[in-house]
């Protein structure tokens, strides 16, 4: 502390080791000292001065001692309650956010995360002595430490671990109106995140502990909620132009503006003074954090009061993102760039503050509706003639008059649409240019539309977790009431989202230390409604989070690992449909992102361009066939792990086949014949599942001899590229079947070993070329986690149209254009970044019999009118609502059995 280091980054954190050294020695003498609170808090109030040989240290020393006794005070306390509370004390008291994330890094709290048989009387004396210590000492800590944020954040958190009973006593009653006194004026006071959100936490559990005085802290709630209301009730409405309303506040206060909320709403203070847009922020953000810990539902007087707040801050928020999106809020409502960061937070703490008085109204319909099952369960326990509980006069006139709870006036219902009007306009701010390459991303308008967009995904996800669409089959009509059926709106702009994004998660893949953050705000808040809501789940949008299975850093393929072994407990048939999604779409990708050969008598320097390019294009392949063999390996262990997805791997090889043999899809332009053989090495991953089967082995090959007659038998098939002939017969010799032959009118693919070779037949329109030597063989079970080196199934297809060497001519001609003409008739995904295709939810009794593999029918022939196969089309914005849930789906790809009489 004498050295060069200053105060603020001393490393007092070290402290906590010595802590847990002094708690470990065996001896009592010395592992009891760090729970002789009257001690250590004596040290603090008394013995301020620091020395060093025996004379006085500098004042920074004087700092730096304090702010190390404080810490070994509070970790101390913690420490000390997770050993001696009762089980579950500190989760039931503490934020259970707050405790699982301080209880995964903090030593301390590790022991109170283990099941322990309930305190023994030592351990509830010890508790009750260190919790008699806390509550006299503690508000005179925060008085002393106040205008020190690294020790005012510790020790706000420290009413948690006092027992609440302590306060009961007469001589307790003033610490406990001063406690809560000095944590209601630093919450007032306080512009420090860390500060507010430490004050919330201990005023809620002061206000809900079950003390005989916790009727202060509801007070002290009660205020601070009600000033930050009547704040932002005169600081939120905005009128058409922009400007400042002078709205009355809800009717909760019945008061109009205050001189200075005035003054504000002009749309700045006098010089130097915070902006109306900094207040709003700054009381939004307070409420928010204020919501989280405490169920400030019940601080209104009526859910009327509630709803008008809400309302006034949809029309708040919606109106300042539509000014962004039309004119910019630089010049019109605000005048710098810190004040439009200031409407961002306006709009990520209004957006959690609806977002939290929907779970605390949800909740608390659950727990009545709980409580009336018991009961009825109570009464029928008692048997039809005893009358537990006889109606009274008028009961039946009031039911009458409640109706049955669908008729969409429940206050958590219009909370939860609220919550969506708000995250759909958040997700209206994306602009294709902010998705371009090249685009700036310092751009204020791109700054604003990622900060918003971000905070509408992890909303949109918990309100797609909160109100799960399994609710619709719920007994209470108040509960299905709740159940978000039209959740299209969130999943397409969800997936957009991510889908412009996800470079920040493919670039894990070579960082030295990946940014776990990223996974937190973009993949994470993906899976969730997808995992939970899995049964009638989206499979289109599961498959754009699968594919980060792979490459996209370890952090991101454990998630997504977990989150597939859920998704497969739940339903394993609609994993096998999300999987074949996610193929498809890389797949799609990869066909898009062919690299553009130079014009004839390139440069050295467009060459090596060139070169690289099209390693990066086999790379990305190579990383395709690596995807796939990770979801077929996840499937089981020598044997499908799910019986029922022993029935349906048969139709995800047709799928597979059928994809591979079409010339469109969704309507999309046709694209040149055999355009897509190359995804039967990618479909080669899932063959080891039926290969031991003769009857699953023959359904598939039957299809295979269908579409491989119908490609031969086109008169476009001279234009088949070889290398796409080569991998067919790959995919033959994998199923264990005989080289196509037809009668010796076409040609033969053999396979011997090794080598495959194209042998001429009679036809003329054969292509007479040999293929090579060393074509790899195929691969007899899927690749495994980690094994990337292992030679695949299939040799990997060389750019679409692309020379062996550039310079020598192919056998259709100028191999740039038939580059560019695959890439002007496939659909550019990564442009429109709406990827998403799912079956209609309208639809009158879904099930798996009409059901479509996302953007084809299962059924649809190569070349095929989709009018013709059923296939459902995609909206313009790429997405159509999840499948229709209200029946189970029979059987995957039925149609496919249908169509081989199986």
Known sequence: SDGDVPAEEAPVHLADLLVDSLRAIDDPSHSSLPSNFPALLRAIHEDSVATVDGARASDKTDVVKQRVLVRMLCYSVRAEASEVAPPRFLANSIDPAYFGHAAAHDTALAVGRKKRKAPSANERRRHDDLSAALAGALPALLTKFGGDLAILTQLLVLPAYIIPSVYNLPQRRADF????????????????????????????????????????????????????????????????????????????????????????????????????????????????????RCDVTELFRSDDDLLQLVETMVAGITTRLTIQQERGLLGTLVETENEVADVITTVRAGTGFLLSCAAWKFTALVAGQERTDAADAEGHAAGPDDDVHPPADGDADEAEDEGDGTEGDQTVVRLRDALVAICGACFDQFRPEHAADGADPDDPGLVFADAVQKSALRASADVRCLFVRTLEDAAAPQLRACALLNDAPLVRGAVRFFRSNEE??????????????????????????????????????????????????????????????????????????????????????????????????PTEEEAARFEEQEEAHQEQFENLEFQASRFSASLGVGKLSDPALEAEIVGFLAEGVRFAFCRSDSGDDE????????????????????????????????????????????????????????????????????????????????????????????????????????????????????????????????????????????????????????????????????????????????????????????????????????????????????????????????????????
């Open 177 to 292: 109106h001063s406690l809560v006194k000095k944590l209601a004026e630093f919450f007032a006071k306080s512009h420090d995140r860390g500060v507010l959100m430490h004050c919330a936490m201990s005023l809620g559990v002061l206000a809900s502990s079950g003390s005989a005085r916790e009727e202060a802290a509801r007070v002290a709630v009660q205020d601070a909620a009600d000033e930050l209301v009547k704040t932002v009730g005169e600081l939120l409405p905005l009128d058409a132009k922009g400007a400042h309303t002078d709205r009355i506040s809800p009717r909760k206060h019945g008061s109009t503006l205050s001189a200075s909320a005035k003054k504000r709403a002009k749309g700045k203070e006098k010089e130097g003074g915070e902006s109306s847009e900094y207040g709003l922020a700054h009381a939004m953000t307070k409420l928010h954090l204020l919501s989280q």
């Open 504 to 601: 920040k998660l493919r670039a894990n893949e070579v960082l030295e230390e990946e940014d776990v953050g990223v996974v937190d705000d973009l993949l994470a808040p993906l899976c969730r409604p997808i995992v939970t809501g899995w049964a009638n789940g989206n499979r289109r949008e599961a498959g754009v989070a699968l594919g980060h299975i792979t490459g996209s850093g370890q952090e991101a393929a454990a998630r997504v690992a977990a989150a597939s072994r859920m998704m497969k407990r739940t339903d394993g048939p609609r994993l096998l449909e999300a999987q074949m999604a996610s193929l498809r779409q890389s797949y799609n990708d990869w066909m898009d992102s062919e690299p553009e050969e130079p014009e004839d008598g």
């Open 671 to 902: 694209i040149l014949l055999g355009g897509r053989l190359s995804f039967l090495s990618v479909v080669s991953k899932y063959v080891v599942w039926v290969r031991k089967d003769a009857e699953k082995r023959t359904a598939v090959g039957e299809m295979l001899d269908r579409e491989d007659h119908a490609l031969r038998s086109d008169p476009d098939f001279p234009e088949v590229l070889e290398e796409d002939l080569v991998t067919l017969a790959d995919f033959r010799a994998a199923l264990d079947l005989p080289p196509y032959v037809d009668d010796g009118t076409r040609a033969t693919i053999s396979v011997a070993g090794s080598a495959t070779t194209l042998a001429a037949s009679t036809s003329a329109t054969t292509p007479a070329t040999t293929v090579g030597e060393g074509t790899p063989t195929s691969s007899s079970a899927p690749t495994t986690p980690g094994s990337r080196g292992t030679p695949r199934s299939m040799g990997t297809p060389r750019s679409r149209g692309t020379p062996r060497s550039m310079g020598t001519p192919g056998s259709m001609g100028t191999p740039g254009s038939i580059g560019r003409s695959v890439r002007s008739h496939m659909s550019s995904t990564r442009a429109s970044l709406s990827p998403l295709l799912e079956e209609d939810a309208s639809g009158e009794g879904s099930s798996r019999a009409t059901s479509t593999v996302p953007g084809n029918s299962v059924g649809e022939s190569s070349g095929g009118s989709p009018e013709a196969s059923g296939v459902v089309r995609a909206d313009p914005s790429g997405v159509s609502a999840s499948e229709g849930s209200n029946t189970q789906y029979s059987d995957l790809f039925e149609n496919v059995r249908s169509s081989e009489g199986k």
